[in-house]
């Protein structure tokens, strides 16, 4: 009796299963769809605007034409990150993991971004630690941990610092990065995962973001059986802090589950 309990309740939850794989399906060829078709028009107004830009004089009407393109690339990032949140929902990590090194990934999002900080008039710094190889898929975790550079420079105001390290910890190996922005309020902290979460709705056009971003970091570094801290006080500045396991440090966390199991 209760084994044919069982069956029927594993075959309902393969059927939940496969349509939750189908809805995803159809879902992701939707959004490839209409991002392609979105693209287009978004690509004539950019060239327009662009085509514009160096025609107008007027400094008025050129900052006019700056915002037109402004809305155009945050369009085209939103686009861009709903794309890729469909596809690490279908696809398999393993198959792109090579090894990968942190401080590489680091020094290379310092370099990217330290004309965008500037321009902020924010200071940029990274502080390599003596970290492991991982085995990762690079261009995820670059994608992961990019956005969180980019949130840091977005929610920092001018004259703030942004922080990137690198060090190891029992878990794993740790990239931080540190902000000393608006910081994060207490009662939004548990949801700025959730997709298209925004802490504070009265910025949402002013920074410019989709928000996936955190969500999309999440998302991939559990891919790599890590996870995301965050530490937050309103006014002073957040850290970010994600946890990449090395396969040594895979094996000690069984051993101490098991070891609890026992004693
Ligand atoms: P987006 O930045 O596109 O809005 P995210 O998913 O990247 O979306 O972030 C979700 C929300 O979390 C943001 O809207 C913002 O309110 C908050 N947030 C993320 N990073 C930071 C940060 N470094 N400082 C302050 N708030 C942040």
New binding site residues.
């Given amino acids: 009796m209760s084994q044919m309990g069982d069956d029927a309740q594993q075959s309902v939850s393969w059927e939940d299963f496969g349509a939750e794989q189908e809805r995803v399906r159809v879902l992701r060829q939707f959004i490839s769809d209409v991002s392609h078709d979105l693209r287009t028009p978004l690509t004539i107004i950019n060239s327009a605007a662009y085509m514009l830009q160096l025609k107008v004089e007027d400094a008025e009407q050129q900052q006019l034409v700056e915002r037109i393109r402004a809305q155009v690339r945050r369009l085209d990032?939103i686009i861009d990150?709903m794309f890729t949140m469909t596809t690490l929902d279908l696809a398999s990590p393993d198959e792109t993991y090579r090894t990968v090194d942190l401080n590489e990934l680091g020094q290379a999002l310092y370099h990217e971004f330290s004309a965008v900080a500037q321009q902020k008039d924010l200071t940029l710094a990274f502080f390599p630690g003596s970290v492991q190889l991982l085995m990762a898929d690079g261009t995820h975790l670059w994608r992961a941990l990019s956005?969180?550079v980019?949130?840091?420079i977005?929610?920092?105001p001018p004259g703030g610092r942004i922080v990137l390290s690198t060090y190891v910890n029992q878990d794993g190996v740790v990239f931080e990065?540190t902000?000393t922005?608006?910081?994060?309020p207490a009662e939004?902290l548990p949801r700025?995962?959730?997709?298209?979460?925004?802490?504070?709705k009265a910025?949402?056009t002013s920074?410019?973001?989709?928000?996936?971003?955190?969500?999309?970091?999440r998302r991939i570094v559990e891919y790599h059986n890590g996870r995301i801290e965050?530490e937050?006080t309103p006014g002073k500045?957040?850290t970010?802090r994600v946890i990449l396991p090395t396969l040594k440090h895979l094996i000690a966390a069984e051993q101490r589950r098991k070891q609890q199991e026992e004693g």
Wanted: avoid cysteine; charged fraction near 20%.
């Fill in positions: 990032q990150d956005n969180l980019i949130n840091a977005n929610y920092t990065v902000d922005g608006i910081g994060i939004d700025i995962f959730d997709r298209f979460y925004r802490a504070d910025r949402q920074t410019g973001g989709s928000g996936l971003g955190l969500s999309i970091a965050v937050s500045g957040s970010f």
